[in-house]
């Protein structure tokens, strides 16, 4: 059987409903592995039974990453937080590291995961880290708008093959102070965080850019997807 990936839904504040963008379950299933969506709950014995039969995570963007988490108060307006997805990624990561199943995010995943394990975050990038860069580019989303530098003794490296690829971008919000237990792989022209990982863990990836977005064109992408679903 194909391994189970559990994919944390994203939100609609207009529609107050769950949706999902299909490059990520597609991105998995190519790669080798059955998505499922996971449903919107703070349930913790149910969340502890949808991870456990879930063979990995896969962390989603979406909205940015609540202050709170990580000590601080919202800067300004521009900060739109989902207190449920909050809630649940929390008790979703925990458990997931408890029973060591594979993780990977993606965009507001990497911001969650670097948030819960003990960093910080630029709450708005354009006020908190003014860049010629272009972080939040405008559709189709599977354009590549600027490169990232991958450190030569990542693992992300040994699974990519270069030390500089193109990327597509679109956040808000990225990683700041480093999490004691996590370690870059990949930066910005200016200096931005694009890529992560926790040493010594079966396997916890995350990056900033979106291979949902990328796969179809994008060989790196696909890599990316495949060295997750490989890890089962």
């Not at 059987?1 to 107050?16: A, Q, R, T």
């Not at 991105?27 to 913790?44: K, M, W």
């Not at 989303?141 to 990519?160: E, G, N, R, T």
């Not at 010594?200 to 679903?229: C, M, T």
Request: proline share 7%.
């Amino acid at each position: 059987m194909k391994p189970l990936v559990g994919v944390m839904p994203l939100w609609d504040d207009e529609k107050d409903s769950l949706w999902m963008l299909p490059g990520y379950l597609e991105g998995l299933q190519e790669a080798g592995a059955t998505p499922v969506i996971l449903p919107l709950t703070e349930d913790r014995e149910e969340i502890e039974h949808l991870v456990d039969i879930c063979d990995g995570i896969l962390l989603t963007g979406g909205h940015d990453v609540d202050p709170s988490v990580y000590g601080e108060e919202a800067l300004n307006g521009t900060v739109l937080c989902c207190k449920a997805r909050d809630n649940m990624e929390r008790l979703v990561l925990e458990e997931a590291m408890q029973k060591d199943k594979p993780i990977l995010g993606i965009c507001r995943g990497i911001q969650l995961i670097y948030a819960l394990l003990g960093g910080t975050l630029y709450q708005d990038l354009p006020t908190q880290h003014p860049s010629d860069i272009d972080h939040h580019q405008t559709p189709p989303y599977d354009v590549p708008v600027h490169d990232v530098f991958i450190k030569k003794d990542s693992p992300l490296y040994d699974c990519l093959g270069s030390d500089r690829i193109s990327v597509n971008s679109y956040h808000h919000q990225a990683v700041k102070d480093v999490a004691p237990c996590l370690e870059v792989m990949a930066e910005s022209e200016d200096g931005i965080v694009e890529a992560l990982y926790k040493p010594f863990y079966r396997f916890l990836w995350a990056v900033q850019w979106h291979p949902e977005f990328s796969y179809k064109k994008d060989d790196n992408s696909r890599k990316i997807f495949k060295a997750f679903v490989r890890q089962f």
